[in-house]
């Protein structure tokens, strides 16, 4: 299966959990579990806090499973809780440290997003954007703006070198930042 039949999959299943499909709704949460945890564990290196923060993204899919909108993509939508799920733990891990201190100011505030329906149409406008440059562009900066890799990991995965990674991602960003405008 490929990865948009995988997304068009957890669309699907996600709009019939939603109408009290049960066994839609085990068979999205056994197919997110193993994705949001290889998301999570190629961020955070501690495995068992990278389990824990699986888990937390895990339960906000099940209490924000009503606020997701059938006619956008399941996957986004994902995306963004566990965007804010890694980023509430690292807030509260690196608070904890005495000798590194962050404002919360400067994170963004996901989960507004994630339940705003009126944000929602944002995503369409940013993937219809995005579907105008090139298939290694478009790859590029999934894997890292929205799936959390670092430039290193896509490098190795893409064979190429890690700088001429960063510019790619870079670039779409500055260029997705201006068609959005």
Request: proline share 2%; no cysteine.
């Amino acid at each position: 299966m490929s990865n948009q039949d995988t997304a068009e999959q957890w669309t699907e299943w996600a709009i019939l959990a939603q109408q009290g499909d049960k066994r839609s709704y085990h068979a999205l949460l056994s197919a997110i579990a193993p994705y949001i945890r290889n998301v999570i564990i190629k961020s955070l290196k501690n495995q068992e806090e990278a389990e824990d923060v699986a888990q937390e993204v895990l339960i906000s899919v099940h209490k924000s499973l009503h606020t997701y909108s059938g006619d956008r993509p399941f996957k986004p939508w994902l995306m963004s809780i566990v965007n804010f799920r890694r980023t509430d733990y690292l807030r509260k891990y690196y608070s904890s440290r005495q000798d590194v201190t962050i404002s919360s100011d400067a994170t963004p505030d996901l989960g507004h997003n994630v339940t705003n329906i009126s944000t929602a149409y944002e995503l369409k406008d940013i993937e219809t954007a995005l579907g105008k440059f090139s298939a290694d562009q478009q790859k590029i900066f999934k894997m890292i703006k929205i799936e959390g890799y670092t430039a290193k990991e896509v490098s190795k995965e893409l064979d190429m070198k890690e700088s001429a990674v960063k510019v790619s991602a870079h670039r779409t960003m500055k260029k997705l930042q201006g068609m959005l405008k």
